[in-house]
Each structure stands twice: as C-alpha cells, then as structure tokens.
C-alpha cells in the first residue's frame, strides 16, 4: 500500500516563530489532508489539498502532487498550535474513501 | 460539513467484556468509515462501514473482533469484543462531508477506551 512520511517528527519553537512541516507520499494520490489533533485527541480539518496551495489565516499548506509531497507552513506560531499534526492520502484504485495516515508532527509552542 | 457525535466519550471496561461505539451524523452521508488510535500512535483504518451490507474490514482486523452495524446512512456502530490491555485506543468514526469521489474527511470527537 501507500507510504507516507512526515518529517520532523518532533518540533520545538519559541511563540512567534515559522515552521515548515512536510509529507512525502509514495505513490498518487486522489485526496491528501491536513489535521491538527488537539490535546483532547481530536482531529481538526486544516487542509484539503490534493493539489496546488490554499491559505488559511497563519497556515498556508502546498501539494506538489507530481512529485509526491506535501508542506504546511504554519507563521508566527502560538502556544495553542501546540499538538500533533497529521498528514493523511487517500490512494486511488480501490482505496476509495480510505485515509492512509503519516506517522505525525508533534509540535511544541513555547510562550 | 458534517456534525459528528460519539457515544461514549470514554471508558473504562474490564478485560474480557466488550464495548459497543456509536456514531452518529447529522447529515445521510454514504461512506462512513472506523479507526483506531493506539497510544502515540498514529491513525490505522480499521473498517469501512457499508450501509445494507456487511462492512469491509483491513488487514488485521476482523468481524469477530470488531463487529459494526450501519443501519441506515445516519448512523453507525463499532463494538470492540473481548477487550485486552492491547485495545486500549481512542476510537474514531469518520464520514465524506459530501458525496460523489474524493471528498474531504471529518472525523467524531473520538472514544478514549481504557482497558484494565
């Protein structure tokens, strides 16, 4: 099946700081997402982007879909950035619907 | 998108007994979709839940284990059977927030099972 990685694994930053968060996936993809899970073990929806770049306030996010990657820049960063991001494919053929998960990014925001 | 509960939040169950999760949207939506989270672990897709037919499951996990019901396009449930330490997880129900081919996920809230 389909492969994903996410580096780093770990982040540590100071409040105000930039951040680049990537994902590599081994094969193409139909859908690829981006989570932010909170401390409570919820999973919030931050991108959709199979493909091209979309902005959301401090967080942009860019697919590279032809060369299998995926980034997400999270600006001046905040303590409640703070959790463990995920990146998530869905491959096509009959993978129809089911999310192959990245190992995720535990990111630590320090006030 | 759709709003997605889940029924418990979390527990506390004994080895041996089984738990049953429900998952309910507030939309009809056509795929819905299980998955489990061990401790620092990421996300593993445990089934696909078929309304009117019996559900899909990934490899490693079974029918006997892992049990699931889909009424009807609303609604959904997972029960984890004979529970050990091992399936201490939180458990997550997902669903397409809109139909048709490669749609963006929502996920519930989760359960958090503990098992002693």
């Known amino acids: 099946g389909i492969q994903v990685e996410q580096s780093p694994p770990d982040l540590i930053l100071q409040e105000g700081a930039n951040s680049t968060l990537r994902c590599n996936f081994s094969?193409?993809?139909?859908?690829l997402q981006w989570f932010h899970q909170n401390p409570w073990g919820q999973l919030i929806n931050l991108f959709y982007?199979?493909?091209g770049t979309k902005q959301n306030g401090r967080l942009s996010a860019t697919t590279v879909a032809t060369e299998r990657y995926s980034l997400l820049y999270i600006s001046s960063s905040q303590t409640t950035d703070s959790g463990v991001y995920f990146c998530?494919?869905?491959?096509?053929?009959?993978?129809?619907?089911?999310?192959?998960f990245g190992q995720g990014t535990i990111l630590t925001v320090h006030p | 998108s759709a709003v997605i509960s889940q029924k418990p939040s979390r527990d506390i169950c004994q080895r041996g007994t089984s738990l049953t999760i429900q998952c309910q949207v507030d939309?009809?939506?056509?795929?819905m979709f299980w998955y489990r989270q061990q401790p620092g672990q990421s996300l593993t897709l445990i089934a696909t839940?078929?309304?009117?037919?019996?559900?899909?499951?990934e490899s490693g996990f079974v029918i006997d284990k892992f049990p699931i019901s889909r009424p009807n396009l609303t609604f959904s449930t997972l029960t984890v059977s004979n529970m050990s330490p091992e399936d201490s997880s939180i458990y997550l129900c997902?669903?397409?927030?809109?139909?048709?081919?490669?749609?963006?996920?929502?996920f519930g809230p989760g359960t958090r099972l503990t098992v002693l």
């Open positions: 997902s669903v397409e927030g809109e139909a048709g081919a490669y749609n963006e996920q929502f």
């Open positions: 094969d193409s993809v139909n859908n």
């Open positions: 982007i199979p493909s």
């Open positions: 998530a494919v869905e491959a096509g053929g009959t993978s129809y619907g089911k999310l192959t």
């Open positions: 939309s009809q939506v056509t795929m």
């Open positions: 839940a078929n309304q009117g037919s019996e559900a899909t499951y």
